[in-house]
């Protein structure tokens, strides 16, 4: 086994150490961790309809890069591509994306819970 493919074997093995959930939960920010990713969401949303054409009319990159952009929300099921002759209509999943904002909050629920002194004081301080 090289070298490299021992650093991947072991990252995948301590993925495996977490549940589902927190997989999940972590692939799910990756995908949204890209303006470019968020932007095209964002645009989804507010067009409130599919789309069919070329989203790089709002987004400021090139196809190529859009598209890899598109595979990424399309694999997480964030969005779905249909294809409509010789373009693709791209919509919200709006039921994967309800799911995901669940897992979300049901993750930061007991941290919000938490009262332990005004955290508001302990963030701005540690960050100076």
Do not use: W
């Not at 021992?6 to 549940?19: G, L, P, T, V, Y």
């Not at 507010?46 to 890069?65: A, F, N, Q, Y």
């Not at 929300?73 to 591509?81: E, F």
């Amino acid at each position: 086994m090289t070298y490299v493919c021992a650093i991947k074997h072991r990252a995948m093995i301590k993925k495996e150490n977490f549940d589902s959930e927190l997989q999940d939960l972590a692939q799910f920010a990756k995908v949204l961790s890209h303006p470019a990713r968020l932007a095209i969401l964002k645009y989804l949303a507010e067009t409130k309809t599919c789309i069919s054409g070329d989203i790089t009319e709002v987004i400021p990159l090139s196809r190529t890069t859009v598209s890899q952009h598109l595979k990424e929300l399309k694999d997480m099921g964030l969005i779905h591509g249909e294809i409509d002759g010789i373009k693709v209509n791209y919509c919200l999943c709006c039921s994967s994306i309800d799911r995901y904002l669940k897992l979300l909050e049901g993750f930061f629920e007991p941290i919000k819970a938490v009262n332990v002194g005004d955290c508001s004081t302990d963030c701005h301080s540690a960050s100076k």
